[in-house]
């Protein structure tokens, strides 16, 4: 069993999730218009109102049997295969937890922890672009509707994630299957491509991400190099 809550509008979902977890199951928030969505490393994720999903998950620590870098992993692995089922189009992890389809960034995924009522919890963030056409100022981003020209009722395609997203998280698979489909899945993986690293742009070919949450890459000068987040972005 689990909780899911439906908001017209708030600035965060998982600011909104504190006040409505539940200790007995996991909670879960939604809202088609979020007007202040946090993002990675304290950029916004800012979606046009209803035609957009942010989401977040309230799950506590102690149910989670894998690494903090594992479940970012899992999260990401399980948000690209439910795309890719209900599109049947590539979906592809973007190095490390963006959602790749068809070349368009859809999706951004964010893990806090927050102790609420004395207990410890993972709250996942997820925002999902679902039938934005505009993307004129994000060249990069895109989604499900114009990657692939599938359109979705919104409120039964947030009930389906939600319930395809408990579903896994009540069986979370072993940390080596994670991080085989993990680098199964990575975008641009054995592809050379350009990246930016300090002030130098360098070709270079993904090779794998590992368990500590690195990403290894063969540099066309350097050689096979170990970076972690925000220490190179790949210019795509």
């Avoid at 009722?153 to 072993?174: D, G, P």
């Avoid at 641009?188 to 360098?202: E, G, L, P």
Wanted: net charge neutral; with cysteine.
């Amino acid at each position: 069993m689990s909780y899911l809550f439906h908001i017209e509008n708030c600035f965060s979902t998982i600011d909104e999730i504190v006040a409505l977890v539940n200790e007995d199951e996991p909670t879960a928030v939604f809202t088609f218009n979020q007007t202040k969505g946090r993002g990675q490393y304290g950029k916004t994720w800012i979606g046009k109102p209803d035609q957009n999903m942010a989401y977040s998950l309230a799950v506590k620590t102690s149910e989670i049997p894998i690494s903090n870098t594992f479940l970012n992993y899992y999260t990401a692995i399980t948000v690209r295969n439910f795309l890719a089922n209900l599109t049947h189009n590539v979906v592809q992890i973007k190095w490390p937890n963006d959602i790749i389809m068809n070349g368009k960034k859809v999706c951004g995924i964010l893990i806090e922890k927050k102790t609420i009522n004395q207990n410890e919890y993972f709250i996942i963030g997820i925002g999902i672009n679902v039938l934005q056409t505009d993307f004129s100022d994000l060249p990069k981003a895109g989604s499900i509707l114009s990657a692939t020209g599938f359109s979705f009722e919104l409120k039964a395609f947030a009930s389906r994630f939600h319930r395809a997203l408990i579903r896994r998280f009540a069986n979370i698979s072993s940390e080596n299957q994670i991080l085989e489909d993990y680098n199964r899945f990575l975008f641009r993986k054995d592809q050379i491509c350009v990246f930016q690293i300090a002030k130098m742009r360098q070709n270079g070919i993904i090779k794998s991400a590992d368990s500590s949450g690195f990403l290894w890459i063969e540099l066309e000068n350097e050689g096979l190099q170990k970076f972690f987040h925000k220490e190179v972005e790949m210019l795509y």
